[in-house]
């Protein structure tokens, strides 16, 4: 029992950062580390030098809004253009750091560089504050300190489709499958491409993020549209459809797109969470490729090895 109410809180928390957009990530690696080396390693919010807080400092932030803002967006460019133009840019970037500004906040950063697909995000829910890790193709997510008593210490918990038996078949795979689904919900480059081809786009209009001009482009489509523009693979299609319908069978997407293409603001009506409202994040410091570093081996309980243990 004590096993199964952990899966249902982890899938939970993957499911929620699964709201972060409604795409697809490329590949992963099965390495401990994901770009350069990393800093802390501890399930809170992170301290100096971790990913969750960001590279670069508020003054980098300010210096790329001044750079991106220095070239103004086209405001007459085709929407499709638009979307698929900035597909390229972010594609190119492979990284940034995100900032969820919806109900009580979060950041991190995250890594869609094909072979090292990283994720380092913090969230806080109805006053919970939460981190995950994704690295190659593990997630791991921190335990409060109520539930690590009860796993000897253990800081963070491992999923890994990879030790699933990922064949649906095997104990616990559903919930591996799940978290597998949704990692591939990550990468703007994805996320804009399947809309520009699935999507019913409209430009709404001139606005400023940050101060930064951009122009707001929206798409409205069928999930089953957009999941099959996805790069998810037929064996992924059924589930990750299936969880995006759970706010609705068709997606509504905004992108707020700056002038040199980069997409620095994202809302998602559809985040496969069941969070009962639009989600929106922010990306900036837009091509960095900050370090996410696996926990050690000694702070971490593997589900898999969980559910091997008597009585699971």
């Not at 401990?32 to 809170?44: F, M, Y």
């Not at 999507?199 to 209009?205: A, C, F, P």
């Not at 069928?222 to 059924?238: C, E, W």
């Not at 969470?273 to 570093?293: C, D, H, M, N, R």
Request: proline share 5%.
């Amino acid at each position: 029992m004590r096993t199964l109410r952990l899966a249902s809180a982890v899938a939970a928390t993957a499911l929620l950062v699964g709201g972060l957009t409604a795409c697809s990530s490329s590949g992963s690696s099965d390495g401990k580390d994901a770009a350069a080396p990393a800093g802390a390693t501890s399930p809170g919010t992170g301290g100096p030098g971790t990913a969750a807080q960001g590279g670069g400092g508020p003054s980098a932030s300010a210096d790329a809004g001044a750079a991106a803002g220095a070239v103004k967006p086209d405001q007459n460019q085709d929407p499709k253009a638009a979307l698929l133009a900035s597909a390229a840019v972010m594609e190119k970037a492979k990284g940034a750091k995100l900032t969820r500004t919806t109900g009580d906040g979060g950041s991190g950063s995250y890594v869609w560089q094909p072979g090292s697909a990283a994720l380092d995000l913090s969230l806080k829910e109805k006053g919970t504050e939460s981190r995950m890790l994704v690295v190659g193709s593990a997630l791991y997510t921190g335990l409060d300190a109520e539930t690590a008593a009860l796993m000897d210490g253990k800081k963070w918990l491992k999923l890994d489709p990879k030790s699933a038996g990922g064949d649906g078949k095997a104990g616990g795979a559903e919930d591996y499958g799940s978290i597998a689904g949704m990692l591939v919900a990550l990468d703007p480059g994805a996320q804009l491409a399947a809309n520009a081809g699935a999507g019913r786009l409209s430009r709404v209009g001139e606005e400023k993020i940050d101060g930064v001009d951009t122009v707001h482009y929206r798409s409205e489509a069928p999930i089953d549209q957009v999941a099959k523009l996805l790069p998810i693979g037929k064996d992924r299609f059924d589930l990750v459809s299936g969880l995006l319908k759970k706010d609705g069978d068709t997606s509504t997407v905004d992108f707020w797109i700056n002038g040199k293409g980069e997409l620095v603001q994202q809302t998602n009506t559809n985040t496969g969470a069941g969070l009962g409202g639009p989600q929106t994040f922010k990306y900036t410091e837009i091509g960095s490729t900050p370090a996410v570093k696996a926990p050690a081996d000694s702070e971490v309980m593997d589900f898999a090895d969980m559910l091997k243990s008597p009585g699971n």
